[in-house]
């Protein structure tokens, strides 16, 4: 980008960590992007990165990790909603549908999760999600967690919204598979908890008669 927008000079970009100039709470969830897909390009994100002056500006940033080296390429947003930026950093989806299941609006999150740039009805989504969510709304669903595929779980949570001009639903797209696999860790940690405790108990009633039995051979 023209580093001169953020008041740096390319020499003084060269020695700084990209980090370190990402504003606020997108930090964290940029640098956890970084770490979790390797050799794996992200397109259109967004964030707000911080200048030398400490002015905050929106860009939209391409990325791709590759020999442990993120290439990036960045540039300045103009006309930008900054709630919109905050939005599409969230770790997980926001989806506004109208009655008829057409996506009015989805954030970020749902593009880079699917691998798709954008969807316009629920039916779009893939692995049979959409006819999913349509039979959740339909029923009045609001929590609930699914596998859509093996291994990869998803919690959602539906609230029906009326606005002044449109009515529709806002639904909220969280993967919770490593809080599923942490679940099923500790409930394994609980059987074999369970099963020591069985076989400790087992142990300690034929050691008592044994103890007796012994007594009056030793007699």
């Known amino acids: 980008p023209n580093v001169s927008e953020l008041g740096y000079s390319v020499d003084e970009v060269l020695n700084i960590n990209f980090l370190n ?3 606020g709470h997108v930090k964290p969830i940029v640098e956890k992007r970084f770490n979790e897909s390797p050799s794996k390009p992200m397109y259109g994100l967004r964030l707000i990165l911080r200048s030398k ?12 990790v590759d020999n442990e080296k993120i290439y990036l ?10 709630s919109e930026i905050v ?7 926001i989806i506004f549908t109208d009655t008829e299941f057409k996506i009015l609006y989805h954030n970020a999150f749902l593009s880079n999760y699917f691998e ?4 316009s009805h629920l039916e779009q989504l893939p692995y049979g999600l959409g006819q999913k969510l ?13 596998e859509y595929i093996p291994g990869r779980h998803l919690g959602i ?10 009515s529709g639903y806002l639904i909220k ?47």
């Open 21 to 23: 100039l990402v504003a």
């Open 53 to 64: 002056e400490n002015v905050y500006m929106p860009y939209s940033f391409n990325y791709l």
């Open 73 to 82: 390429t960045l540039q300045k947003e103009k006309g930008i909603n900054l």
């Open 87 to 93: 939005i599409d950093s969230l770790d997980f989806g």
């Open 116 to 119: 798709k740039a954008s969807f």
């Open 134 to 146: 349509i039979e959740y709304l339909r029923l009045g669903t609001k929590n609930v967690e699914i």
């Open 157 to 166: 949570q539906i609230e029906p919204l009326e606005l002044s001009d449109v």
């Open 173 to 219: 797209l969280k993967d919770i598979t490593s809080q599923k696999m942490m679940q099923k860790s500790m409930s394994e940690l609980d059987s074999y908890f369970s099963l020591g405790q069985l076989a400790s108990g087992l142990a300690h009633e034929i050691k008592n008669p044994l103890a007796g039995m012994k007594f009056i051979a030793l007699s």
